[in-house]
């Protein structure tokens, strides 16, 4: 059973930045994506981004392309995936979700992801 663990989550002024990551452990499988979605109070979850394990073109959200970047670090034994998020706007506040899932294709819909982290808060103030 694959674990993701979110961290990075707080508390922003709208303008600002912040960097969530996530770690994955327990995988079983060689080639996969990870990405993150997000939860407003009230709204369903919504497709953020995504990455193929090995690099490529990530996919983005209309609402986040160019203020949020998905990445892993050069060196990534422990299948960590970061969501770098600049220029936040009070819109952006939800619940940011980790997932993974087996294969190589991007994905954006979340019943297209078996494993969820426990979410992480995100709050941009304005």
């Known amino acids: 059973q694959v674990q993701l663990v979110e961290s990075g989550g707080g508390l922003v002024q709208a303008g600002g930045s912040l960097r969530l990551a996530c770690a994955a452990s327990?995988?079983?499988?060689?080639?996969?994506?990870m990405g993150w979605f997000r939860q407003a109070p009230g709204k369903e979850r919504e497709f953020v981004a995504s990455?193929?394990?090995?690099?490529?073109?990530?996919?983005?959200a209309d609402s986040v392309k160019n203020r949020f970047t998905i990445s892993t670090p050069i060196a990534s034994a422990n299948d960590t995936v970061y969501l770098q998020m600049n220029s936040l706007k009070p819109d952006d506040t939800a619940v940011y979700y980790c997932?993974?899932?087996?294969?190589?294709?991007?994905?954006?819909?979340?019943?297209?992801?078996?494993?969820w982290g426990q979410g992480t808060q995100v709050t941009v103030s304005s």
């Open positions: 997932v993974i899932r087996e294969g190589i294709v991007l994905k954006s819909a979340p019943f297209d992801y078996p494993w």
């Open positions: 327990r995988r079983t499988f060689n080639t996969y994506v």
């Open positions: 990455r193929r394990h090995n690099g490529g073109r990530p996919l983005y």
